[in-house]
């Protein structure tokens, strides 16, 4: 049994001030409104505050790991060194998350989310299917995915192509349980028809890197996709007289939203009217880090085998296109609260509670009885002190790595 006591806990629909959760077995069995002096308090965070685990649903690396990386960076792999570095930022659960690239190594990265999943890292953060931000998107919106490698969703690509969107469509197809979220660009010639294929197989279809119309995205909508990637980054403006992708997914309720909150990838101020548009229940914070992210700048770093560089506020290619990311869940929930102005507890939803539900993890992303014992330990500046997977503590700040690479 683990009691942690004297923080404050926020839930789904309060902060309960101080508090005591008990844990035992992997799970939450008891949430307390008081510091009882008759159960064994083995930790108390009286000025602390204990959140549900980040889940983060799109992240591409950190601390200089790719989840492209071929070389041995962990006798597991990039996949399961991300598991194990991503919960001192708090991450409970994460979507590996690629780029557009060949046959090849999408297989690799695919394999070892298997395998991670398969054979959890102890002391990591859980592996889901991954998230992949896929060849199927246009070239016009594709910012810094590789250009050589976007692929037409007929499958079918001009002669002398080292490979055909067939080809990829053949791995998603062969790695069908570790491929949670796709995205794609609707308005690509068989794109509808793609949404359809990917959603009868249990898919999540997400909709980005797009120049969609208002009517195109409507329509895929329609077909059954239910997510947008970044929301307001890789796709047209919002305008007044061409909503576009953005407008539609705003208006949808049927589409649950990522954002980037990192205060450069989109204003404060959008994201914070994006979250009342849409409501908290509708909106995941997410990262779209890379492996810069953690990096000191300057420092060189790989987005899918291209190199990038930790800008001051982004990942950068070397023509100075902005490659993502350099924050991590821990900044985002800081930034959500401190610059956006949002509560504690829709904080927590954005950060944890809506992915959870998106990707079924039924008893996630919530501090309730009976939940999965997720959750993290913030200090009074919303620092992460400790992390809890299944109940066992696999991050305490101030403490060596546990698993030198």
Not at 104 to 124: E, K
Request: glycine share 10%.
């Amino acid at each position: 049994m683990i009691v942690l006591s004297g923080a404050a806990l926020v839930l789904p629909d309060r902060v309960l001030s101080p508090g005591t959760l008990v844990i035992d077995a992997g799970r939450i069995v008891e949430i307390r409104p008081d510091t009882p002096s008759h159960l064994p308090s083995q930790f108390a965070f009286h000025g602390h505050y204990i959140v549900p685990g980040f889940i983060d649903v799109h992240v591409h690396g950190v601390d200089g790991v790719d989840t492209h990386d071929e070389d041995a960076v962990h006798r597991g792999g990039a996949i399961a060194a991300l598991a194990e570095r991503l919960p001192r930022y708090g991450v409970t659960a994460f979507c590996p998350t690629t780029v557009a690239c060949g046959p090849a190594s999408l297989r690799g990265v695919l394999d070892q989310v298997r395998r991670a999943r398969a054979a959890p890292v102890a002391r990591g953060a859980r592996v889901l299917p991954a998230h992949l931000e896929s060849n199927f998107i246009s070239p016009e919106y594709c910012g810094a995915q590789p250009r050589a490698c976007l692929r037409s969703p007929k499958g079918a690509d001009g002669a002398g192509a080292e490979f055909s969107g067939a080809d990829i469509l053949q791995e998603i197809e062969r790695a069908r349980p570790d491929v949670g979220i796709v995205t794609l660009a609707p308005e690509l010639d068989g794109g509808l028809d793609l949404i359809g294929w990917l959603v009868a197989r249990g898919h999540r279809v997400s909709l980005g890197h797009s120049g969609a119309t208002y009517d195109q995205a409507q329509a895929a909508i329609a077909a059954g996709a239910c997510q947008a990637t970044h929301l307001f980054n890789r796709m047209p403006p919002l305008s007044h007289r061409a909503p576009g992708l953005a407008g539609a997914v705003l208006q949808a309720d049927e589409v649950v939203a990522e954002i980037i909150c990192d205060g450069v990838h989109v204003h404060p101020s959008l994201v914070h009217t994006t979250i009342a548009a849409k409501h908290p229940a509708r909106v995941m914070a997410i990262t779209d880090a890379t492996a810069a992210a953690g990096l000191a700048i300057g420092a060189r770093a790989s987005l899918g085998g291209q190199p990038i560089t930790a800008g001051e506020f982004t990942a950068l290619l070397p023509d100075g296109t902005i490659a993502g990311s350099i924050w991590m869940m821990d900044r985002t929930f800081q930034m959500l609260v401190g610059v956006v102005g949002v509560s504690l507890v829709d904080a927590a939803t954005l950060c944890a509670t809506t992915a959870a539900r998106e990707l079924g993890l039924v008893g996630h992303g919530v501090l309730a009885p009976d939940a999965v014992a997720d959750l993290v330990v913030l200090d009074p500046n919303f620092t992460v002190v400790q992390t809890y997977v299944a109940g066992q503590l696999i991050y305490a700040r101030n403490t060596p790595a546990t698993a030198p690479v």
